[in-house]
């Protein structure tokens, strides 16, 4: 009778002790500097290539850090830049990738409220862990954005590869 009382009190201090993990986490995260540095080396590839763009750079959780807008592309391409960064995070790969990757859900992932399915995200990564990502519209394909995205990360490649 005595076990019954005390077995029940036993499993309930065991349980109540906290599993191994770690309470406290340790990130990395992009400074407002990386993140502009990334945006002004995107938006100058592509005018130099005669395009006008949309770049949005966003941090590990998908908020917006930089958004830039050449003189004459529209606030749609804003919007497009971003959806594309955003897909980013939720993959971790390319946007182009992550279209190709998920073409059996395509159409679905599309209906995902802040992400599209289109070339022109990359992921920026420092010392290994996803930290932002940087989208491109308004060049005349995905592929074209995604090279102007892809130079504004190598610009800043040496800062990011050295990053604690």
């Keep these: 009778m005595r076990m ?17 993990a770690a309470d406290v986490l340790n990130v990395k995260l992009m400074t407002l500097d990386l993140a502009r540095d990334i945006a002004n080396h995107t938006l100058e590839t592509c005018r130099k290539q005669g395009y006008q763009v949309a770049v949005v750079v966003v941090d590990r959780a998908a908020v917006p850090q930089v958004v830039l807008r050449d003189v004459y592309v529209a606030r749609f391409a804003i919007e497009i830049a971003e959806r594309k960064a955003n897909a980013v995070i939720l993959s971790g790969v390319s946007s182009g990738d992550f279209r190709k990757n998920r073409a059996d859900i395509h159409a679905e992932l599309n209906e995902i409220s802040g992400v599209i399915l289109m070339a022109g995200g990359l992921p920026i990564r ?12 308004g060049a005349p394909g995905g592929e074209k ?6 130079a504004g990360i190598k610009a800043v490649q040496e800062r990011l590869d050295f990053a604690e």
């Design 4 to 20: 019954k009382r005390f077995f029940p009190m036993l499993l309930g201090i065991v349980l109540s002790f906290p599993v191994q």
């Design 126 to 137: 420092a010392g290994g862990s996803l930290i932002g990502a940087v989208g491109v519209s």
């Design 145 to 150: 954005d995604e090279a102007c995205a892809a």
